[in-house]
């Protein structure tokens, strides 16, 4: 998609990712060929190592193997609103009468008359292999690339464990720009911490000790908040003001 939109616009690219498109991208930036099509970068609740989540709805589907039930299964999206699926995960152990509370933690700052307004698209269905892609790391402490197996690992990588994504890769000339916040069930503070100290720059930093993961983008004061500093970073950087 990056390459696309820079090989049709012919210039480099202002990147915003929140939450799993920041996964991806600290993944892409590792990679000299898409990092130079990027100008900058802003990341609302980077992730890369999800040791220390605290979501006790994904610590309950790690916990049950969800993940290697469905692939057994063959079994090859996983639909959150399924209602076998949320009858195994909320049986007690999770309280699922607010999901998105279950999932990301608490939230500060949105409107909570909203919530069945949000919950008719969120959360959106996901592939079972980017799930279970995603539980591997948890697993395993690790922000590396998919594990095959050993056999599956050597007939893709030529090693026996899939790789790391090296993050001192990450060119020191990449401006990036990172919010994260306090009670954030996702995106730890301190795995986000782990990420900064891998990173060989440090890239300019908004901490709002309040914020959860949802807010970040339906806060009520997210204007304010975040998306000025936010604005304020990419035209630092170039970005047209007229937009």
Not at 51 to 63: K, N, P, Q
Not at 101 to 113: K, L
Not at 173 to 195: C, F, I, T
Request: one cysteine or more.
């Amino acid at each position: 998609m990056i390459a696309y939109v820079y090989s049709i616009t012919n210039s480099k690219i202002f990147f915003v990712g929140h939450s799993q498109g920041t996964i991806m991208a600290l993944a892409a930036f590792t990679q000299p060929d898409i990092v130079n099509m990027i100008e900058a970068a802003a990341l609302l609740c980077p992730i890369s190592y999800l040791d220390h989540i605290t979501s006790r709805f994904v610590l309950r589907a790690v916990g049950m193997s969800l993940d290697k039930m469905l692939l057994r299964m063959g079994i090859h999206q996983l639909n959150f609103r399924s209602v076998e699926i949320m009858d195994s995960l909320c049986d007690g152990h999770v309280d699922c009468n607010n999901l998105l509370s279950s999932i990301t933690g608490e939230n500060c700052c949105f409107n909570m008359s909203r919530i069945e307004f949000y919950l008719e698209y969120e959360p959106h269905p996901s592939s079972t292999k980017n799930l279970n892609h995603l539980f591997q790391m948890i697993r395993k402490g690790t922000f590396g690339m998919y594990d095959y197996g050993i056999w599956g690992n050597l007939k893709k990588y030529r090693h026996v464990h899939p790789p790391s994504f090296d993050l001192s890769k990450i060119p020191k000339s990449l401006p990036l720009w990172m919010a994260y916040g306090g009670n954030d069930a996702l995106a730890d503070v301190k795995d986000v911490k782990h990420m900064l100290m891998e990173l060989p720059s440090k890239p300019e930093l908004l901490y709002l000790d309040s914020y959860g993961h949802i807010d970040f983008i339906m806060s009520t004061n997210a204007r304010a908040d975040v998306y000025e500093n936010l604005i304020r970073f990419f035209e630092s950087w170039g970005w047209p003001s007229s937009f």
